[in-house]
């Protein structure tokens, strides 16, 4: 009966008896509050735990991965050691929480309170810490590859000398882990243990100062290098400009020699030799020589293209055309007598009576054309006009054949076929070409008119003319 009672007993304990961590863990679930408890270990992976009060609790080597925790207090926690992978802790309170060692691998922080957190060798891998509080933090050893720290210090609290200490270490151990991430072959404390060395011994006060430093030091290297770079292009630029003037120049002189601008080649020559025993490098010497070598090229240009129009003018003086206008002029050369504009009849020299149409190759004429009105008196018919007859076809015909000497004109039969319009025009060619008489008709709507046109062509031209319109005629020898 005895032994009865016992069994009775012991099983109503076993019944009756659960884990405190269990009562709690319990506690936490059903009322989202659990204030300075006991939760060593305790398993609570990928909980919903939003909001939930855990002040003061033990929660060393808890696997918490994935939890939500958001806006959760756990002020003055005991987290070391414990995994916190993927958890959710945005806007929660973490203040004086020891999360010594903890894996907060891709944690979500942002905007958490960890104010005075102990923070020493945990795991911050891609850990989101913008605008986190993370004054009085220590983050000794702590591994923040990765991390985001966007806006993590208050600003308000930028100017105490306890916030520049945190920021330094923090900047610190993020220049550590970088190191130990890009493979350096050294322990963390090693690669720490020479940033310190350095700080030491260059003289700073601290990391921070020595960074800036440093970017300092760097950003003046590239701007010199930038400088000295800019520099160059300039002198190589500079020296290109001289190299194409003193080419030009050289051909200045030949041309110089060929005008017989004398004294103008002396002084072109003079300065090519300036230039080229030159063997500065310096980029104001260089402009200088530019200035003075782009100067003297428009003054040269000037003076050569001006002898040289002067000179076409001349070797034109016996060449036929009307006044000065006459073919192997340039375009340039002959805007002071008429301003002839390509692909239009024009007035020149005031003259109303008559039009002019130049042709133009590479901007020299090689063809002048003069409009001379209809032949008056011929009722689209051209008659064979004697001695007394007065037409501007006469009067052009005694002018050309008294200045000039006939190469061949129309027949009589070539005027019977014009009449009959088996031929569209008729020529008088003198001067081996250079100069046509032409006659043309004009049709209208129930009538025709005779015009006439006056061409004066350069040599190349005037030969090919007189070569193709040669009249070939047959002899009473054919026969």
């Known amino acids: 009966m005895k032994k009865l009672l016992l069994l009775v007993l012991l099983l109503f304990s076993f019944i009756g008896t659960t884990s405190a961590g269990e009562v709690e863990i319990r506690k936490l679930k059903e009322s989202n509050t659990c204030v300075n408890c006991d939760l060593r270990q305790a398993n609570l992976s990928w909980e919903n735990l939003s909001g939930a009060n855990l002040s003061w609790s033990d929660l ?109 270490l923090i900047a610190l151990e993020l220049e550590v882990s970088r190191l130990w991430e890009e493979g350096s072959g050294k322990t963390r404390n090693e690669i720490r243990k020479e ?121 034109l003086e016996e060449y036929p055309g009307f006044r000065d206008l006459k073919p192997g002029l340039h375009y340039q050369d002959l805007t002071e007598f008429c301003h002839l504009r390509k692909g239009y009849w024009v007035k020149c020299y005031g003259i109303d009576n008559i039009k002019f149409y130049g042709k133009f190759k590479n901007d020299v ?27 501007i076809l006469i009067k052009m015909r005694k002018t050309m054949d008294k200045n000039y000497s006939r190469d061949y004109g129309y027949s009589e039969r070539d005027r019977q076929l014009f009449n009959e319009s088996e031929k569209s025009r008729l020529y008088e060619v003198y001067s081996g070409g250079k100069v046509v008489l032409e006659i043309n008709r004009k049709e209208k709507d129930w009538s025709s008119d005779l015009w006439l046109y006056i061409h004066y062509l350069d040599h190349s031209k005037a030969e090919t003319f007189l070569n193709e319109n040669r009249p070939v005629r047959a002899s009473d020898d054919d026969f």
């Open 60 to 168: 060393k080597g808890a696997n918490l991965r994935g939890v939500n925790l958001t806006g959760a207090n756990l002020t003055g926690a005991y987290l070391a050691k414990a995994n916190l992978e993927s958890s959710k802790l945005s806007k929660a309170n973490l203040e004086q929480t020891n999360l010594k060692e903890a894996n907060l691998k891709g944690a979500n922080l942002k905007g958490a309170n960890l104010k005075g957190a102990n923070l020493k060798g945990a795991y911050l891998y891609r850990a989101d810490l913008t605008n986190a509080n993370l004054i009085g933090v220590n983050l000794t050893e702590a591994n923040l590859t990765g991390a985001n720290l966007t806006g993590a210090i208050k600003k308000e609290e930028k100017t105490s000398e306890t916030l520049k200490k945190e920021q330094d």
């Open 365 to 391: 004429l090689y063809e002048l054309i003069l409009d001379m009105g209809p032949i008056v008196n011929t009722e689209g018919f051209l008659s064979v006009f004697g001695e007394n007859d007065s037409n």
């Open 195 to 315: 940033l310190k060395n350095k700080i030491i011994n260059g003289g700073y006060k601290s990391f921070t100062s020595m960074i800036k430093e440093e970017e300092r030091k760097k950003k003046e290297e590239e701007r010199k290098k930038k400088e000295e770079e800019r520099i160059t292009a300039a002198i190589n630029k500079e020296e290109k400009r001289i190299e194409i003037y003193i080419n030009k120049f050289k051909g200045f002189s030949t041309k110089l020699k060929d005008l017989e601008l004398d004294s103008l080649k002396v002084e072109v020559d003079e300065l090519i030799s300036e230039v080229e025993a030159n063997t500065s490098s310096d980029l104001n010497v260089l402009k200088g020589l530019n200035k003075t070598l782009r100067e003297m090229n428009s003054s040269v240009e000037l003076k050569i293209k001006t002898e040289e129009s002067k000179q076409r003018i001349l070797s």
